[in-house]
């Protein structure tokens, strides 16, 4: 058995104890959800502009210079593995020579969540480099316990997330506490402790962007219903709501979003504010997203203006799908758009209910990045699977999420799906060789707990959570099977690209072995089916029998036919259903399929896809009346995206990073399609026209080269309008032609 490695600590990010500076805290014991404030006055000399902050706070923090906001909500969520802290490196802007005030507000969850491990420490650490001196966070600094903050009485988040509601009495605000010459004479000096006592540990740089800022807007409209003001965002966003009214002391605003109550059922975040006398401004730290922000407005109070700050993660929609049908431009973007809100500290299932980790999530939501994105959310994954590796058990199960405080329970067959198949996307989409090598010691560890039968097959392993997807039918024992003869093949890939050759010779012979016993005790000569197991005919079963290769081409038809017929796969699992039909050649069915099953979210008001398929609904008042808790912010649904952009548009990568990559188009019964898929070598420009002949025009960045297919349909083509030299394929369907970096045009002679 391989030894338990720290991934971040012995391979990335190796951290002592001996800090110049120290972790401060308020000597009031750590709480749920507490404000706590600091401040310093240092006195610069040498060179402003030659600065490096390490920053780090449990659990948020904001940062002023001089009174010059630096930072909005620093910090990641605890953390890259059960025990270590992420810690932020920033240059400041605002420093000068001379006397600076240093100011940071920290917002401790306190609270254990599924996407963070909570500290008994409530605190700061802040290590200022200018030049060769340091400014270190340590007694002489002073804090108090900010005077407004407060958690609302009433209904609680659910168990779930580790943040809080919000609660702000600005009649007892201290506004100003960030700014030179605030009085903070009554303050109290920090109490210094040291990594262990904290609960902190060893410190992780951060691995992710600080947030992208996109500022305070105003809504795309607002409505008035009674004591409420209903204000519409222009898309489902992150965001922290903004007000400005005139009011008398005392008086109570409640701030939510449509998707407050998820599903009818589980509660997310809110917020209330309470008035002082007079103009005021207020906006809530702690985020919420939805497409509507909802304000309780009490009598008596004057509302001036209303709006919002959006932030999220620091990357840019470089990708793109365009066609003539509106209905799959519209479900593109709308994949597009559930997948960044599903991104901040990590991959999130949802970004109300949970803001969860789920490993067979980001298997999904990966391959989604690299086709919409641009390339430094590549980052969140790498992220992913080095949390996922560091979190593993001393028993050797690898679970989700991570990470957590309050649960730790193994999904066999999403864990597999992610150390397999997942991983090996990753790296096919980024070059990151490196990340697979870290992950290794926790992928044989996994793998090999499992326990291989004389008949080839494995023992069945339910886990903590017997989970294959949402749904009825699902042929949980067949799935298992498949899903582990999967893995092996990933993780033998894996295996050569590290060098661990005797490894993948073992992973490649056990799946040989396997394929052939799952074929012989599960295909029934119509369908995949466990010889136990009784429900009806199940299409995720299937799917996974194509992409695993189990099924030889002799059974495609049946299979089809079955793909045509059932739709019991949840939008989690239709991803793999969509793409065996498409690796078995039937794209045009697989494209009759999404516009079939996701019409509804197509046609509804939402701009981000549902987490379950639902054949009526299209207004929010439909999840709250389900009563089910589900959500419509779900980027496990976004198999759409990867299906047009990789197999419609044909954009396929063949060398890691896209540094080589094919272009085999399957419009089936579209006309049209522009596409554009980022790269780190640059954005791949697609643009196809059959309406008359048949025209293609592709851009090839800069240090890559494309393997093209053209139909076979038309007797020959021009190349940048010279005749194209080009080879014909076995079957006789298309020509190829291989071309370099620059711009390429085909036309049909």
Not at 138 to 157: I, K
Not at 687 to 706: F, N, W
Not at 729 to 748: E, L, M, N, P, W
Request: aromatic fraction near 12%; glycine fraction near 6%.
């Amino acid at each position: 058995m391989m030894k338990k490695l720290s991934v971040f600590l012995s391979l990335l990010f190796v951290a002592t104890f001996s800090y110049s500076a120290s972790i401060i805290r308020n000597e009031a014991p750590a709480d749920t959800s507490q404000w706590i404030c600091f401040r310093k006055v240092i006195d610069v000399k040498g060179n402003p502009a030659d600065n490096k902050l390490r920053i780090a706070a449990d659990t948020k923090y904001w940062l002023w210079v001089n009174g010059e906001l630096e930072v909005y909500e620093g910090s990641l969520k605890r953390g890259p593995n059960p025990e270590d802290t992420y810690i932020d490196n920033v240059t400041l802007k605002n420093l000068r020579s001379g006397s600076n005030t240093i100011a940071v507000l920290v917002w401790y969850f306190g609270r254990p969540g599924f996407s963070h491990r909570i500290s008994p420490c409530a605190g700061l650490y802040f290590d200022l480099t200018v030049g060769s001196k340091h400014y270190g966070s340590d007694a002489s600094w002073l804090t108090a316990m900010h005077p407004a903050y407060y958690v609302p009485s009433g209904e609680l988040p659910n168990f779930r997330l580790g943040e809080s509601n919000i609660g702000f009495d600005a009649r007892n605000d201290i506004s100003d506490f960030y700014k030179p010459g605030f009085d903070d004479s009554s303050w109290k000096h920090a109490v210094e402790t040291d990594s262990r006592t904290s609960g902190w540990n060893a410190f992780v740089d951060r691995p992710i962007p600080m947030w992208k800022n996109y500022g305070i807007s105003r809504y795309a409209s607002e409505r008035r219903e009674g004591n409420e003001v209903i204000c519409t965002l222009p898309y489902n966003a992150q965001i922290t709501p903004v007000l400005k009214v005139k009011a008398s002391a005392g008086k109570v605003i409640g701030m939510r979003s449509d998707c407050y109550r998820t599903g009818g059922g589980e509660l997310n975040v809110r917020a209330e504010y309470i008035t002082k006398e007079g103009i005021q401004e207020y906006e809530n730290l702690g985020w919420m997203n939805g497409h509507e922000i909802i304000y309780t407005i009490p009598e008596g109070v004057e509302v001036l203006s209303l709006g919002y700050r959006e932030t999220g993660y620091d990357c840019d929609f470089s990708g793109s799908f365009i066609c003539d049908n509106p209905d799959l431009n519209r479900l593109w973007r709308m994949s597009q758009r559930t997948l960044y809100i599903t991104m901040r500290d990590n991959y999130m299932d949802c970004p109300d209910r949970e803001r969860a980790q789920w490993i067979g999530d980001v298997t999904n939501e990966l391959v989604e990045t690299f086709y919409s994105l641009s390339p430094s959310a590549n980052l969140l994954t790498r992220k992913c699977l080095l949390e996922f590796a560091d979190w593993q058990k001393e028993d050797s199960v690898l679970y989700a999420p991570v990470p957590q405080s309050n649960w730790d329970k193994e999904l066999p067959m999403q864990s597999m799906a992610m150390i397999g198949m997942g991983a090996w996307n990753y790296y096919l989409g980024s070059n990151d060789k490196q990340t697979i090598r870290d992950i290794y010691p926790a992928a044989y560890r996994y793998i090999h707990m499992w326990k291989l039968r004389d008949d080839g097959l494995v023992t069945y392993r339910p886990g903590a959570w017997d989970w294959g997807d949402w749904g009825d039918n699902a042929d949980m024992q067949a799935m298992c099977q498949l899903w582990y003869s999967i893995t092996l093949e990933y993780y033998a890939k894996q295996c050569d690209l590290i060098g661990e050759k005797e490894e993948a010779v073992w992973a490649r012979a056990v799946n040989e072995k396997m394929k052939k016993a799952i074929h012989e005790s599960c295909w029934t000569g119509s369908a995949y089916r466990h010889p136990t197991y009784t429900g009806k005919t199940d299409d995720r079963t299937q799917s996974l029998a194509v992409l695993s290769g189990i099924a030889p081409e002799s059974e495609y038809r049946q299979l089809n036919e079955i793909f045509n017929t059932v739709e019991f796969a949840s939008p989690y699992m239709e991803r793999y259903v969509l793409e065996a039909m498409c690796e078995m050649g039937n794209t045009s069915d697989a494209l009759q399929r999404i516009l079939r099953r996701y019409k509804p979210m197509v046609d509804s008001r939402y701009s981000t896809l549902w987490e379950l398929f639902y054949n009526n609904m299209t207004d929010v008042s439909d999840f709250y009346n389900r009563n089910d808790g589900s959500s419509y912010n779900h980027a496990w649904s976004g198999a759409p995206l990867i299906i047009l952009s990789k197999y419609i548009a044909g954009i396929s990568v063949l060398k890691p990073a896209f540094k080589e990559f094919r272009v085999c188009p399957e419009l089936c019964s579209l006309k049209k399609v522009s596409t554009i898929v980022p790269t780190l070598y640059g954005n791949i420009s697609l643009a196809i026209d059959k309406t008359s002949g048949y025209s293609m025009r592709l851009v090839v960045p800069e240090g890559t080269t494309a393997e093209v297919w053209l139909p076979a349909d038309y007797s020959g083509f021009l190349q940048n309008d010279k005749p194209c030299r080009m080879a014909k394929t076995s079957d006789g369907k298309h020509y190829i032609v291989k071309v370099k970096a620059g711009t390429h045009c085909f036309r049909s002679e």
